[in-house]
């Protein structure tokens, strides 16, 4: 059964602060690594990560993966009110293309 | 481009009522669908994907159904709530890369 586990499940900074956001996986035939962020209603698609090493960047946030050790980052430096969400990250197989969510990392930022 | 439709944004259905709600993706073809379900404040959890017309896999044994009747149209489906149905279901498609989501169903089951 495919597995994401994402730590911590919540967290409180204040702003300013740097965040770093924890995601596991055990994915069967494993494809790529996908981030979320979920404001309201539905998530907005943040990475992709399919090599090993190589860092995505945008603005604030950055996201690596580490396919050896089955995980993936996703940091935000400077973090304002803005970035309180929900961080969902999600492990696709390349078999059927199914999406195995984790339970989220609910982010509040406070001034 | 590629938009995708899911509705209705409310619902609130009595217990053993039954439950229909669809979802359709304009702007691509033979996109790989999915029914997620989202207790509050939390992760989503997969009920159905389908990568074709009448393909379903279901995830989770439950009171809940999935059909693929058209290439882009997907449909979650109950013949008898639960109080548990309770909660936010996402639907979304995909085609190989990042996945897209609908707004959203927010569904109480009293």
């Known amino acids: 059964e495919d597995k994401v586990v994402q730590s911590p499940l919540s967290l409180v900074v204040h702003e300013g602060d740097t965040v770093t956001l924890n995601c596991s996986y055990e994915?069967?035939?494993?494809?790529?690594l996908l981030w979320y962020k979920q404001e309201k209603k539905a998530p907005t698609f943040l990475f992709m990560l399919?090599?090993?090493?190589i860092e995505k960047k945008s603005g604030r946030l950055s996201s690596i993966l580490d396919k050896k050790e089955l995980f993936s980052i996703l940091n935000i430096t400077a973090t304002q009110t803005g970035d309180s969400a929900i961080y969902l990250c999600?492990?696709?197989?390349?078999?059927?293309?199914?999406?195995?969510f984790g339970k989220g990392i609910t982010l509040s930022v406070r001034p | 481009s590629q938009t995708i439709h899911q509705w209705p944004a409310t619902l609130v259905q009595p217990v053993g009522s039954p439950l229909s709600l669809e979802c359709t993706v304009e702007?691509?073809?033979?996109?790989?669908l999915y029914w997620y379900r989202q207790a509050a404040g939390r992760g989503l959890q997969l009920l159905f994907y389908?990568?074709?017309?009448?393909?379903i896999s279901s995830e989770v044994p439950q009171n809940l159904s999935a059909s693929r009747p058209q290439d882009r149209q997907f449909i979650l489906s109950s013949k008898k709530l639960l109080l548990s149905d309770s909660g936010f279901y996402l639907c979304?498609?995909?085609?190989?890369?990042?996945?897209?989501f609908g707004q959203g169903t927010r569904l109480t089951v009293v």
């Open positions: 999600a492990g696709r197989t390349g078999a059927n293309s199914k999406l195995t």
């Open positions: 979304a498609w995909s085609a190989n890369t990042e996945a897209f």
């Open positions: 994915v069967t035939n494993f494809r790529s």
């Open positions: 399919t090599s090993s090493g």
């Open positions: 389908s990568v074709g017309i009448g393909q």
């Open positions: 702007g691509t073809s033979n996109p790989n």
